[in-house]
């Protein structure tokens, strides 16, 4: 029972372009999310993080929205650059209990 | 400051043989996770520690997957007896604990385990 949903399991984006990555999700009691990034070879890494009383948050050239009427958010990279190539997970959780984890995105921008 | 520590990186075993993964989380870190991420998928929660207490280990295969944090510090992780579905990164992570503003859990590199 996959609780998180990425859809996309790849994105090929330009350089200097905006990358938009999609998450879904199917509990409403999912009260907090993060975006973690994950390089080849090491463990993933915490990029950023929306409160459900939020619905967007931004953080330098990423922002997450969140739509909890569509129970969907996503992670805007604007610009992004090569260095972002990476594979990213969304995660949820309520009440800061258990994360669920996405399956991942595969990013990959082009120079 | 040290990050998450792990060993081994990568561990091949035959089915039916035993194996243990060790994990240092960050210090005065009170909560640790052990996850398995089957290729293709997503981190999927083992077990969850706050302290050397278990939070949470309602998805560990008690039958052949057990982990334990000595003195709330180190952790271990074993699997005994291995099957080929076991094959997967088992990633160790740590949090300063499970409550707002410190939820934020920094991962290890992970161990590669090979079950043929």
């Not at chain 2, 035993?18 to 290729?39: D, E, M, R």
Request: proline share 5%; with cysteine; glycine share 8%.
């Amino acid at each position: 029972d996959q609780q998180v949903k990425q859809n996309s399991p790849s994105l090929s984006v330009q350089e200097g372009r905006i990358s938009i990555l999609n998450c879904d999700y199917t509990n409403s009691m999912f009260d907090y999310f993060l975006w973690y990034k994950k390089y080849p070879a090491e463990g993933p890494t915490f990029l950023i993080s929306i409160s459900s009383i939020k619905d967007k948050n931004e953080d330098g050239r990423f922002t997450v929205f969140l739509n909890k009427s569509a129970k969907h958010l996503s992670l805007h990279i604007v610009p992004s650059q090569p260095g972002d190539s990476a594979v990213y997970f969304c995660a949820a959780s309520a009440n800061f209990n258990k994360f669920y984890f996405g399956s991942g995105t595969k990013l990959n921008v082009k120079p | 400051e040290a990050g998450v520590a792990q060993s081994p990186r990568y561990k091949i075993i035959e089915k039916r043989q035993s194996v243990a993964f060790w994990c240092n989380p960050i210090s005065g870190h009170a909560t640790l996770y052990w996850y398995q991420q089957i290729l293709g998928q997503g981190p999927k929660l083992l077990i969850q520690f706050q302290n050397n207490g278990v939070v949470d280990d309602s998805q560990l295969p008690k039958d052949r997957f057990s982990a334990e944090r000595l003195k709330g510090v180190d952790s271990t992780l074993k699997i005994q007896p291995a099957k080929l579905e076991d094959s997967a990164v088992y990633l160790c992570a740590s949090s300063l604990g499970p409550y707002r503003g410190n939820t934020e859990a920094f991962f290890g590199q992970g161990t590669r385990l090979t079950v043929v």
